[in-house]
């Protein structure tokens, strides 16, 4: 037995093969059909699909022979790569290069071997489609010229695999992208909504506050200096009012806390309905989550609660938020009248569908048996470098 040389180009070969990332990739039709073909037209027992590594000789596709890789060093198509052409071998017996070859000696009794190079786009024969027998025989011009076709067509479904790969792990990047631009776009909008509520709340109503407090000071017991001064001290009372309410619009007046329970609280306080019975329900440790990461939590559940609080007969909300190697929000209602298909509308129109989608989140509409409506929030929880990126 002779053991083949190696191709004159064998590092640019072995590039071009693993390119493809094909070696142990699971059974395809594509490939087995065209095997399967080869074995069909050349009325051959056996017939593969064939790769050849650096040590090893790989099958994609294989029937009658029961292994899934050889040695490279005991491969017959260790030797058919090193030509361009059909390589045939009509009787494995006469030929010195496999007279006594194990395949050839042993319980295989392999006598008929014939095989098309699989060529790369740069002219690298990266393995074959062969057929064998346990018989001599001869192949003619139809049978040879359909192996060759069928070698070229195994080329094209490589290049086409290639290419699928390339343009799926460019989808896959430009979606990677995108999400994370959505991600730093509301981590950035969170961020500047956060430093304005805090000017509001800080900045701007402690001024009122202490031009109220001048006010009062300055009052003299004048019946005139008194009627204005009640009269600045009315309207900065309701310009007060006027910037808690907007600066809660940005972010909950508690400001400071990372704890869910209490923003959450804060946010119900501010959406209180007579008739209205709404009960929470937090599970996990919220403390583990970003303060960013918690707001976004608050502002999709107000703006689900802002919608059932426009329905007349709603009389019942519950709001579940689970904490645990994700983030799982239920908020469900007894609003039963409107009909699922304009839930799903109200879903699309409404910024927390934006905002979940954003977070790598998914939410759906779930038709209790209760009689409830359930709107089911799946969120992951976000990379803190990239949720916190508006700090930069």
């Not at 790569?81 to 392999?110: A, S």
């Not at 961020?191 to 709340?201: D, I, P």
């Not at 509409?365 to 930069?392: D, M, R, T």
Request: glycine content about 4%; proline content about 3%; hydrophobic content about 40%.
């Amino acid at each position: 037995m002779l053991v083949a040389e190696l191709p004159k180009f064998e590092d640019v070969r072995l590039a071009d093969l693993h390119l493809y990332h094909l070696l142990d990739s699971p059974p395809e039709k594509e490939f087995d059909e065209l095997r399967e073909l080869a074995a069909r037209i050349c009325n051959c027992p056996v017939s593969m699909i064939s790769l050849v590594d650096r040590d090893r000789q790989w099958y994609k596709s294989q029937q009658g022979f029961d292994v899934k890789e050889t040695g490279r060093d005991v491969a017959f198509c260790s030797h058919a790569i090193l030509h361009n052409e059909l390589m045939i071998v009509e009787d494995m017996t006469k030929d010195i290069r496999f007279d006594d070859h194990p395949f050839v000696t042993g319980e295989q009794h392999v006598r008929f071997y014939a095989g098309a190079p699989i060529v790369s786009p740069t002219g690298q024969n990266l393995g074959t489609i062969c057929v064998i027998d346990q018989q001599p025989r001869t192949l003619n011009d139809f049978q040879k010229h359909a192996l060759e076709i069928l070698s070229n067509q195994v080329t094209k479904l490589l290049e086409l695999r290639l290419k699928t790969k390339i343009i799926e792990d460019r989808a896959a990047r430009l979606i990677s992208l995108k999400d994370q631009a959505l991600q730093e776009f509301i981590a950035e909008n969170d961020q500047a909504q956060l430093l304005m509520a805090k000017e509001l709340h800080e900045n701007i109503a402690q001024d009122l506050a202490a031009i109220r407090l001048y006010l009062t000071m300055a009052d003299n017991g004048n019946e005139k200096n008194v009627q204005f001064i009640a009269a600045a001290q009315k309207a900065i009372r309701q310009v007060m009012d006027n910037v808690k309410n907007l600066s809660y619009n940005f972010s909950p007046s508690t400001l400071e806390t990372s704890n869910l329970q209490l923003l959450m609280e804060d946010l119900l306080e501010k959406n209180k309905k007579d008739g209205l019975d709404v009960e929470l329900l937090i599970s996990g440790n919220s403390s583990s989550v970003s303060f960013l990461q918690l707001i976004s939590y608050v502002r999709i559940t107000e703006a689900w609660l802002q919608v059932l609080l426009k329905q007349p007969l709603i009389t019942k909300v519950n709001i579940t938020i689970t904490i645990d190697a994700g983030v799982h929000i239920v908020i469900s209602d007894n609003a039963a009248d409107r009909w699922f298909a304009d839930k799903e509308n109200e879903i699309f129109r409404n910024a927390l569908y934006y905002r979940v989608i954003g977070m790598n989140g998914h939410l759906r509409f779930v038709e209790s048996a209760n009689g409830l409506n359930e709107l089911h929030v799946q969120l992951p929880i976000v990379k803190k470098e990239i949720y916190s990126s508006g700090n930069n």
